[in-house]
């Protein structure tokens, strides 16, 4: 790959496309001037172990004072990293992981594909993200990744960090927040305590100002703790007042909607903010109504919405839609240390979007496509893309434009005419996170493109617009990107990697699609044979890509081992398939 690298040392195609990324991992290339975004600490990264990272920079936005990794130094004996302060992940609404799909798979199942839902793959691995420009509020990186295998069409994938350099309690407002709890007979004793712990936990950590309700729900809503402007002394009566949590009965998640929509009006003008959290493992009993109705419902009360799926079998597809209909996360939690999780680590700052009114242009060469957006609705106009929406020619699912997963039985969310029961939701907000999520791009070039022939592109220009929650004010930035070209491949395989961590981020989509697809090919009319072959094609490229990064550096928490080995294991569950 090297040999081909440095054949291509001109082609900044993707990494140029948008915000300045205009470097390669090549010793060949020159320095980047000031101000531009190399993925790096400090300077050009090259395609050996000496490779720098983002490694652990971000990967806790909680421990204040983390800094980068000691030790690497530049030419001149200077440290690379001793300037660099860690930046706080933003995500997109939608899924924040597959817990679903790994327990199946460590139960020796086979998962459906809704099971795996795209965006909550990239939000769980995350991404080493350069450090936030602290004179942008909201600041966004891109990567970019081809592979090229001979007799196949190129894949060409970009990437998309959002982070930022400001303080959490200086972006987020007070908050109106309903918990919506779960009190129907598949909630056991366990499960419902250990929501109770992490309500309490929540309420520890609610802005100043804020105000809490608790509903529980079953066939009936019943209110456990009326709308108050929340005070820590109050603590230990919320306490008592969840401490009689027990389940029984159906679910009638209609109604529960229905009571939640109601508190709002109970609390004072001044709370611009407010938001339902569900609590639940999605399985509406009682009340006859399909999952298309329920996320309808959604949104026609206008609900803002956000979720964690309880239990060992939380109906994924459905809660993720509920929760990207509400613009809101959604986070699966089958283990009962998982619940107190969502709670205590990843819920808590994922409540309050920092920022609303999201809108990103990108404005291609002239031919230029997107194939495919996961976890995110797009529209293209002419050579302008504009992530976060959609209209009626984009595509529907989760491996279109983001919308909800709407593919699979049981939690198939379709109309009786087979269309999607709303409008596809708009990715309008970040949140806050303890993690790095990313979004992944797969562009097509125009017709007739032969990636390894000469192609010369002109000025990219990017804009993204966006609005702080707390202060209410308006940002936008401008980028103008100048994309050099293409220059002659030599025959065989073409790998271009704008750096390192790039090559992590293929391997990742390209077993991520892997383990979606063979789920699917399990469950329906594919071979066994040709399930497996499609995993071992992703296993085996990953493997290579593993071999070719420095993991302390490119991949510190290990995310690429543990999908190949998570791939690996479904491999085995689909050959042991009857």
């Known amino acids: 790959a090297g040999r081909l690298e440095r054949a291509v040392a001109p082609l900044l195609l993707l990494a140029a496309l948008v915000w300045g990324c205009a470097s390669a991992d090549m010793a060949t290339s020159a320095m980047p001037g000031g101000g531009e975004d190399t993925w790096v600490y400090s300077g050009q990264g090259t395609a050996t172990t000496d490779d720098?990272?983002?490694?652990?920079?971000?990967?806790?936005?909680?421990?204040?004072?983390?800094?980068?990794?000691?030790?690497?130094?530049?030419?001149?004996?200077s440290s690379k990293t001793e300037n660099i302060q860690p930046s706080m992940g933003l995500v997109l609404p939608g899924a924040q992981n597959i817990a679903k799909f790994r327990e199946l798979v460590a139960q020796g199942q086979v998962p459906l594909a809704s099971d795996f839902p795209m965006e909550g793959w990239f939000n769980e691995v995350g991404s080493p993200l350069p450090a936030a420009d602290a004179a942008r509020p909201v600041d966004l990186h891109a990567l970019g990744a081809i592979v090229a295998e001979p007799g196949n069409p190129p894949t060409i994938l970009l990437q998309l960090g959002f982070n930022t350099a400001k303080n959490l309690a200086d972006l987020q407002p007070a908050l109106g927040l309903v918990v919506l709890v779960d009190t129907s007979g598949s909630m056991d004793a366990e499960r419902l305590a250990a929501v109770r712990q992490g309500i309490l936990a929540l309420s520890d950590n609610l802005p100043t100002g804020s105000y809490l309700a608790v509903l529980g729900f079953s066939s009936e809503v019943q209110q456990l703790w009326a709308a108050a402007e929340w005070q820590p002394a109050a603590r230990t009566e919320l306490d008592a007042a969840l401490a009689g949590l027990k389940g029984s009965g159906g679910t009638d998640l209609y109604v529960a909607f229905e009571g939640a929509a109601a508190v709002p009006a109970s609390m004072p003008k001044s709370i611009k903010q407010q938001r339902v959290l569900l609590c639940s493992d999605g399985s509406s009993t009682q009340g006859g109504h399909s999952p298309a109705e329920l996320v309808a419902q959604v949104d026609k009360l206008g609900l803002s919405l956000s979720a964690i799926g309880v239990g060992p079998q939380p109906r994924t597809g459905l809660l993720n839609a509920l929760a990207k209909t509400g613009n809101g996360t959604y986070y699966e939690a089958p283990q009962l240390a998982a619940i107190?999780?969502?709670?205590?680590?990843?819920?808590?700052?994922?409540?309050?979007?920092?920022?609303?009114n999201l809108r990103v242009q990108?404005?291609?060469?002239?031919?230029?496509?997107?194939?495919?957006?996961?976890?995110?609705?797009?529209k293209q106009q002419g050579s302008t893309m504009i992530l976060g929406e959609a209209d009626s020619q984009t595509?529907?699912?989760?491996?279109?434009?983001?919308?909800?997963?709407v593919s699979s039985a049981p939690d198939a969310i379709t109309a009786q005419d087979g269309t999607s029961p709303v409008a596809p939701a708009l990715a309008s907000t970040l949140y806050p996170s303890q993690h790095n999520g990313m979004v992944v791009l797969r562009l097509a070039p125009p017709a007739g493109t032969v990636v390894d022939q000469a192609l010369q592109l002109d000025l990219a220009t990017v804009q993204w617009q966006y609005q702080l929650t707390a202060s209410g004010q308006s940002f936008s930035h401008d980028t103008k990107v100048l994309v050099k070209g293409l220059v002659q491949i030599p025959d065989g395989?073409?790998?271009?990697?704008?750096?390192?961590i790039a090559r992590r981020t293929a391997a990742l989509v390209l077993l991520g699609e892997a383990m979606r697809k063979a789920c699917g090919q399990a469950h329906g009319q594919a071979t066994t044979?040709?399930?497996l072959a499609t995993l071992e094609a992703a296993k085996t490229f990953a493997k290579r890509m593993l071999d070719a990064i420095t993991p302390a550096n490119d991949d510190p928490q290990g995310s690429l081992s543990d999908a190949v080995a998570l791939a690996a294991q479904l491999y085995n569950n689909i050959s042991a398939k009857p």
């Open 362 to 378: 990108v404005k291609l060469a002239a031919g230029w496509q997107i194939a495919n957006a996961y976890g995110l609705p797009f």
């Open 52 to 77: 720098v990272g983002q490694a652990t920079l971000l990967t806790d936005a909680s421990k204040a004072g983390d800094t980068a990794p000691p030790g690497d130094v530049d030419d001149n004996g």
């Open 529 to 531: 044979a040709e399930a």
């Open 340 to 356: 107190a999780k969502a709670f205590t680590v990843d819920l808590q700052t994922l409540l309050v979007p920092v920022a609303q």
């Open 395 to 405: 595509g529907a699912s989760d491996v279109g434009s983001g919308t909800a997963d």
């Open 493 to 500: 395989a073409l790998e271009f990697f704008s750096q390192p």
